[in-house]
């Protein structure tokens, strides 16, 4: 079946300095993903869409800035969290639209980013 | 908008008692509805989906029906084992596009 793979599931880092995720669909080609993030106890939250060949939409509230989004093809879109702080450790989860099978995401494992 | 209310947890059932978690939605149109299983320490796992009112969606011993007169997608399950404690999300896409809305998920502790 389809799948996504998320990279690093787990990242630790310092204060101020960036870190990037990958997502990639591994036997399907994406020209939309999802990025969303997720705090402790909570529900999932929207950040942006990823549009291959285009710049990424960001919700409400999202710091396009913080969070430089990259889609350059159509297997792989990356999420950059630019000098990050403590507050923004949480869990970062890409999803991705399986055409043919309407309406189906298809979720990475998920990246737990802990920031010092 | 859109919008999906579950409800809140945690959820505590013995094994292989019944299991119901409730979902009820607002959106426009005809939505897909979903439910999504996070087990601890991984990520969001299709569990069951309908794409139209009336449709039941089962996997794993899991259940729900699109009631559209009640906007609800509720989860049942016959008999939880230990296995299924992780946790629940509810989430629909509008017939618009292809974005998620998530509930706020439903954690389900099953003791042995």
């Known amino acids: 079946g389809a799948v996504v793979s998320q990279h690093p599931s787990r990242v630790i880092c310092k204060s101020g300095t960036s870190v990037k995720i990958e997502c990639r669909s591994l036997?399907?080609?994406?020209?939309?993903m999802f990025w969303y993030r997720q705090f402790p106890k909570k529900s999932l939250m929207l950040m942006a869409t990823s549009n291959e060949g285009s710049k990424a939409t960001y919700e409400q509230g999202v710091e396009k800035d913080k969070f430089l989004i990259n889609h350059a093809s159509l297997t792989l879109s990356t999420l950059t969290v630019t000098s990050a702080h403590p507050e923004d450790s949480s869990f970062y989860i890409c999803?991705?639209?399986?055409?043919?099978?309407?309406?189906?995401?298809?979720f990475g494992a998920g990246t737990r980013l802990s920031v010092l | 908008g859109n919008s999906v209310t579950q409800m809140e947890g945690p959820v505590t059932l013995s094994e292989e008692a019944f299991l119901t978690i409730n979902c009820t939605y607002t959106?426009?149109?005809?939505?897909?509805l979903f439910w999504y299983v996070q087990y601890p320490g991984e990520g969001l796992q299709l569990l069951l989906k309908a794409t139209k009112a009336d449709d039941k969606g089962s996997n794993k011993g899991f259940e729900a029906t699109y009631r559209k007169e009640t906007t609800s997608f509720h989860l049942e399950k016959g008999s939880v084992q230990v296995s299924d404690s992780a946790v629940y999300f509810c989430?629909?896409?509008?017939?618009?596009?292809?974005?998620?809305?998530f509930g706020g998920g439903t954690r389900l502790m099953v003791k042995p």
């Open positions: 999803s991705a639209p399986f055409r043919g099978t309407k309406n189906i995401q298809y």
């Open positions: 036997d399907f080609q994406a020209t939309t």
């Open positions: 959106a426009t149109g005809y939505p897909s």
């Open positions: 989430a629909l896409i509008s017939n618009a596009g292809n974005m998620l809305t």
